[in-house]
Structure formats: structure tokens, C-alpha cells
């Protein structure tokens, strides 16, 4: 059974920063890139950061570029996303997943519940 459970969001101003993270289980993750993904009210879900499985390659949306991290501890099974200089725009529920492949970050099908980010402006 496949789990996903985020953590760590919450009310921030703009420019700060939060620390999401998330802990995977139920599937070998640790044999998978893993993604953060995002959405906003009344928007599809988004794309916005991935690593591979060995932690050694990372990719991010535009829109995150030099603002946000992704990291994993497979010995912990968790996967984070430090996000700094945070703008209204980043508002959303973000979600985990493992990411079948890095050329398309198409997720799997399974998801948690996310964990909701509002920046106040």
C-alpha cells in the first residue's frame, strides 16, 4: 500500500520561508525519482521540483528556480522541498510523489492529502 505524507506547510509572509517534507512508503520510492508537485485553487496540478534517485540530479518549474530545494534521505524515506523568498503566487497545496521518469515527471497515480502553503502578501 502506497503511502505519501506531507508535511510542514503553513501561513507565511512573503519572503519567508517553510521546510515541507515527506514521508514515502509502499512502493521501492528509493529505486524512483522523486517530485514536488502544487495546485493552486482552480488550477490543474503543476510540476515544480524532482530529484533522481540518487539525489545527484535535480530539476525545477521556472517558476522555483533558485528559490526552492529539493533534497531526499532514502534512509529515512523522506523527501523535502526548503522553500525560500516565498511569493504569493506560491499558494497552493503541495504534494509528493514518486515520478516514473524525469524526461516526461509524469507522477504515479497514488497521492496523500498535500499540505497547504498560503503566502500572505
Known amino acids: 500500500q502506497v503511502q505519501l505524507v506531507e508535511s510542514g506547510g503553513g501561513l507565511v509572509q512573503a519572503g519567508g520561508s517553510l521546510r515541507l517534507s515527506c514521508a514515502f512508503s509502499?512502493?521501492?520510492?528509493?529505486?524512483?525519482?522523486m517530485g514536488w508537485f502544487r495546485q493552486a485553487p482552480g488550477k490543474e496540478r503543476e510540476f515544480v521540483a524532482a530529484?533522481?534517485?540518487?539525489?545527484?540530479?535535480?530539476y525545477y518549474a521556472d517558476s522555483v528556480k533558485g528559490r526552492f530545494t529539493i533534497s531526499r534521505d532514502d534512509a529515512k524515506h523522506t523527501v523535502y522541498l526548503q522553500m525560500n523568498s516565498l511569493k504569493p503566487e506560491d499558494t497552493a497545496v503541495y504534494f509528493c510523489?514518486?515520478?516514473?521518469?524525469?524526461?516526461?515527471?509524469?507522477?504515479?497515480?497514488?497521492w496523500g492529502q498535500g499540505t497547504q502553503v498560503t503566502v500572505s502578501s
Open positions: 510523489n514518486g515520478v516514473k521518469s524525469l524526461l516526461t515527471m509524469v507522477p504515479f497515480d497514488s
Open positions: 509502499g512502493r521501492t520510492f528509493t529505486n524512483y525519482p
Open positions: 530529484i533522481s534517485w540518487s539525489g545527484s540530479v535535480t
